[in-house]
Structure formats: C-alpha cells, structure tokens
C-alpha cells in the first residue's frame, strides 16, 4: 500500500486544516489507521486514529476537541480535520496504516509527510 499526504500549509492561531492520506496499491478498509507527527528535535508521536469498522477512535491529549479522523472506504482515504490550531501544533503530519489498536508503535506502512505551520 502506498500513501499520499497533502493539505498541510501555513495557518494563523485558530485556523483550521484538513489533512488528506489516500491510499493507492490496493484497499485499506480494514485496516486500522492514524495520523502522527513530528516536530523538530521530538519523536514521532501518535495523534489520532481510527478503527478499520470508522466506529471507534482515538485522539491524544492535546488534540482532544479540536481534531478528528474520519475515514472514507469508497474513496480508500483517511482525513484529519484540525481546528482551533495552535504553535504547539506546528510539525510534519504522517499518515500510516496497519496499527496494532493502542500501541501505535509499528505500523505496518507509512505516507511521506506533511508539514503543518502554525503562527502565533
């Protein structure tokens, strides 16, 4: 499976993104998928992913309330809607897919990233 990343850009305090990962290869409707990202000199770190069924989520601390995945089958494609951005938020957004439910450690492929720049 290969992933394309787009809709990161540069956006002010408070704006929104919407993030798209489409797949290509063959389908990932049942796999469990989720988004990442790394800020400079940080590790990579989960924040948010969805169940292959897109009944059950699950989104880190920082991005509760003002993220949200979502996923569509016919379109082989995964989104992340963010809203109320902060600085805090500025990093390269990945795309992966094959995650084992609540370890986020491995999956079993990635996308090239996207960066995301927020200004204060």
């Known amino acids: 499976v290969q992933l394309q990343a787009s809709g990161g850009g540069l956006v002010t305090a408070g704006g929104s993104l919407r993030l798209s990962c489409a797949a290509s290869g063959r389908t990932f409707s049942s796999d469990h998928m989720g988004w990442f990202r790394q800020a400079p000199g940080k590790e990579r770190q989960i924040v948010a992913a969805i169940t292959g069924s897109g009944l059950t989520t699950y989104y880190a601390d920082s991005v509760k309330g003002r993220f949200t995945i979502s996923r569509d089958k016919s379109k082989n494609a995964v989104y992340l809607q963010m809203n109320s951005l902060k600085p805090e938020d500025t990093a390269v957004y990945y795309c992966?897919?094959?995650?084992?439910?609540?370890?986020?450690?491995?999956?079993?492929?990635w996308g090239q990233g996207t960066q995301v720049t927020v200004s204060s």
């Open positions: 992966a897919g094959g995650l084992r439910w609540g370890t986020w450690n491995s999956p079993d492929y």
